[in-house]
């Protein structure tokens, strides 16, 4: 093996194993590791034809003490249970998933890149229905998948900042569809917008299917926005574009909102969760709302956020149909940087896990 690290891309990397677990007439096999990453599959299979499959994507870190961290797992073997409900799949039990990660990690402790590489091991749960039936309807057995990959940034630009632009014309997912989960049809269906907007020089910002005038997802990622509140000496909020520095975010007459869309059609973000939650304990506001397009004007900092790129701010969003440019600066601003620390921090075991997100593999 010879893996310059620091050269990773968000690309899969062969390792030494993957992890299976069949479940056949409601039954589940225990997890096994296997050096075979070719996974037969009868060609009549439900998960197919009929794309009855559904994913996750969680991350190992290599921490500033040398310790294994897993970050969340459990709350991703929850979202890939109700993905699983969703599509009236066999869900993987929570314990069995738990089980297959550390058992993917175990066999494949070599690719886990060291710390200050910027890269980590991600593991890419996958459950898909293998009943062999041409009939409209859901299969019962499924294969459970492990598939770990060394990664480095999503975004080739990383935490530098990215240009997005909004797209009205073709839908990710329905309101009342499959949005809230991670089903590999979501993604299939958004490919033609993001490559639409990868050829203007862009990354895709979904709006809302039904009216497409608030913000749904941004790439395959939550969307998150600063914006300054108020000023407690009496003066009205302030519209400025970014007006603070790092160093003026310890001042206490200035409070900043988080604000992320609530949406039917999006996925619960773990990143995102985990974001409010350190923007609360920091004193801001968090508000999850509908968030119109033209709000963007108010807000003073934007980004992108998901477990593959952490936070990746935007430095313009640029909306086509109305000819406007919402700018937020070239470079990060404050409040991301500060959350964006804040979560790596605890990734790495830089600061105390008081949340215990972690789990700490020896
Ligand atoms: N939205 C979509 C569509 C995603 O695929 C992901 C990635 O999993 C996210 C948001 C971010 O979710 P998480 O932070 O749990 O990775
Ligand atoms: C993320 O994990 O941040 C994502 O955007 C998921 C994607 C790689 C499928």
């Not at 402790?109 to 091991?121: Q, V």
């Not at 990383?158 to 839908?171: E, L, Q, S």
């Not at 039904?210 to 914006?227: P, Q």
């Not at 939650?277 to 003073?300: N, P, S």
Request: charged residues 20%; glycine residues 6%.
């Amino acid at each position: 093996m010879n893996i310059d690290w620091s050269k990773l891309t968000f690309h899969y990397t062969e390792t030494d194993y993957i992890v299976r677990a069949a479940c056949k007439n409601g039954v589940w096999e225990r997890p096994y590791a296997t050096r075979d990453k070719m996974i037969p599959i009868h060609a009549a299979a439900t998960g197919l034809h009929y794309g009855q499959e559904c994913f996750e994507g969680l991350k190992a870190f290599r921490g500033v003490d040398d310790k294994v961290r897993i970050f969340r797992m459990e709350e991703n073997a929850k979202r890939m249970y109700h993905s699983a409900e969703g599509l009236l799949m066999t869900p993987v039990p929570v314990e069995l998933f738990c089980e297959a990660i550390l058992l993917a990690l175990e066999k494949n402790i070599a690719f886990l890149p060291p710390y200050e590489t910027g890269a980590t091991l991600y593991f890419r749960p996958l459950l898909v229905a293998t009943t062999p039936d041409i009939s409209v309807g859901p299969g019962k057995d499924c294969e459970f998948v492990v598939v770990p990959t060394p990664i480095g940034p999503y975004f080739p630009n990383g935490f530098k900042g990215m240009p997005a632009i909004v797209n009205r014309t073709i839908d990710r997912a329905a309101p009342q569809g499959t949005g809230c989960w991670k089903v590999g049809g979501n993604y299939a269906a958004s490919f033609r917008a993001s490559e639409a907007a990868h050829a203007m020089g862009y990354e895709c910002m979904f709006t809302d299917a039904k009216t497409h005038k608030y913000i749904d997802e941004c790439t395959a990622s939550n969307f998150i926005a600063i914006k300054q509140r108020s000023h407690l000496q009496g003066s009205a909020p302030t519209t400025a574009k970014r007006s603070t520095g790092v160093a003026n975010l310890q001042r206490s007459d200035l409070t900043f909102e988080y604000l992320t869309p609530r949406s039917t059609a999006i996925l619960p973000s773990i990143t995102n969760d985990s974001l409010m939650t350190l923007a609360r304990e920091m004193g801001m506001k968090v508000t999850r709302r509908h968030i119109r397009v033209e709000e963007l004007a108010d807000m003073q900092e934007a980004a992108a956020c998901g477990t593959a790129c952490v936070i990746s701010p935007l430095t313009k969003v640029y909306d086509p149909d109305n000819d406007i440019t919402y700018s937020f600066g070239d470079k990060p601003g404050p409040v991301l940087t500060k959350l964006y620390h804040a979560l790596q921090d605890i990734q790495y075991g830089r600061t105390e896990d008081t949340h215990g997100w972690c789990l700490v593999v020896e």
